[in-house]
C-alpha cells in the first residue's frame, strides 16, 4: 500500500516563495504534482522519475517550479519561485508504480495514489 503525505503549503505573497515536500511509504516509481484550483480541474504541475531522474513540467511552471527527490528520505521536493496569484491551489502529490511517457504523466486519471492535499495561496 503507497501513502502520500504533502507538507509545506501556506500563505505567500506574489513574488515570493514555497517548498513542498511529499513523504511516500511504499512503492512508487513516479511521483507528480497537481493542483486544484476553487471551480476549476485537476491540473498537472510536475512530475519526476526515482530512479533516473526524468522530470516533466507543465508550461506554465517551467522555468519557476523544480521538482527534486531524496532517495535516502523517500521524499520529492516541489521548489516553487515567482509564486502568482494564478498558482493559489490545493496541491496534491500523487505517485504510480511506473514512469510514462510523454505527456501521459500529466494525465492525473493514470495515478493511482494520491495523499491529501496542501493548501498553497499567494496574495497579488
Known amino acids: 500500500q503507497v501513502q502520500l503525505v504533502e507538507s509545506g503549503g501556506g500563505l505567500v505573497q506574489a513574488g515570493g516563495s514555497l517548498r513542498l515536500s511529499c513523504a511516500a511509504s511504499?512503492?512508487?516509481?513516479?511521483l507528480g504534482w497537481f493542483r486544484q484550483a476553487p471551480g476549476k480541474e485537476r491540473e498537472f504541475v510536475a512530475a519526476?522519475?526515482?530512479?533516473?531522474?526524468?522530470?516533466y513540467y507543465a508550461d506554465s511552471v517551467k522555468g519557476r517550479f523544480a521538482i527534486f527527490r531524496d532517495d535516502a528520505k523517500n521524499t520529492v521536493a516541489l521548489h516553487m519561485n515567482s509564486l502568482k496569484p494564478e498558482d493559489t491551489a490545493i496541491y496534491y502529490c500523487?505517485?504510480?508504480?511506473?514512469?510514462?511517457?510523454?505527456?501521459?504523466?500529466?494525465?492525473?486519471?493514470?495515478?493511482?495514489?494520491w495523499g491529501q492535499g496542501t493548501q498553497v495561496t499567494v496574495s497579488s
Open positions: 500523487a505517485g504510480r508504480l511506473n514512469w510514462l511517457a510523454g505527456q501521459d504523466m500529466g494525465r492525473s486519471s493514470l495515478y493511482p495514489y
Open positions: 511504499g512503492r512508487t516509481h513516479a
Open positions: 519526476i522519475k526515482w530512479g533516473g531522474g526524468n522530470t
